[in-house]
């Protein structure tokens, strides 16, 4: 079955700690994102690539970094430089150039920072 | 005014009942909507793109105004499984290019027996 896959569903980690979040994808898109949301709150955008090997930052990417090595894969590390690490993270890809345009999540990690 | 604003809500309904949440959005330049739906806890899943001729999809209906800037989510004969929030998303359109994809904060609905 074609889908996104994120790991873990939950982390607990340390505060000062860096930590990474795995997302797989085999939809064969080309974009893959990372949005972050807090209770009561819309998706917000940390980083998107719309390319192997290219990334940009979204709205909140301080104290976020990723890479894009390969097209199925893109990591998330958040960094002990990130003021409020605790949320729930969640990873979509979708294909640029399709009419619709419409991005697919995975089922997301959430994320305990004490 | 916010990019995408939806009323929180919640909307509790009965069962039967029929619904419709509205959604505003400030770019009036965006090109593409859509309503997600997302269950607690879990992450958002595409419920309908928006259609500027209105789109239906068994119960769902969506609207498209793009005079007033808004879309519409209409749900007839509510089920107990449509309880759940729904999130209304905009592509915007900036100096000639698409822009990444702006989520509302959602409008809970809860359905009751």
């Known amino acids: 079955d074609g889908g996104i896959t994120q790991s873990p569903k939950y982390l607990f980690r340390k505060e000062g700690q860096n930590v990474t979040l795995s997302c797989e994808q085999n939809l064969n898109h080309d974009a893959m994102y990372w949005y972050r949301q807090d209770p009561g709150q819309g998706l917000r955008l940390i980083y998107y690539s719309q390319i192997v090997n290219d990334f940009q930052k979204g709205d909140i990417a301080e104290g976020y970094s990723v890479s894009r090595e390969k097209k199925e894969s893109f990591p998330l590390t958040v960094t002990s430089a990130q003021k409020n690490p605790t949320a729930f993270y969640l990873c979509a890809s979708s294909t640029p150039g399709q009419a619709s345009y419409e991005q697919y999540f995975g089922p997301g990690t959430r994320l305990t920072v004490t | ?113």
């Open chain 2, 1 to 113: 005014r916010k990019e995408v604003e939806q009323d929180p809500g919640p909307f509790n309904v009965p069962e039967g009942a029929t619904v419709a949440f509205n959604c505003t959005y400030s770019n009036s330049a965006s090109q593409s909507f859509f309503w997600y739906r997302q269950d607690c806890r879990k992450e958002p899943k595409l419920l309908m793109s928006v259609y500027s001729s209105g789109n239906e999809d068994g119960r769902f209906t969506a609207q498209l105004n793009r005079a007033s800037q808004y879309i519409s989510l209409l749900i007839r004969d509510s089920k107990l499984s449509d309880s759940a929030t729904y999130l209304c998303v905009v592509r915007p359109y900036y100096g000639g290019s698409q822009g990444n994809l702006i989520f509302g904060k959602g409008t809970k609905l809860s359905v009751k027996p």
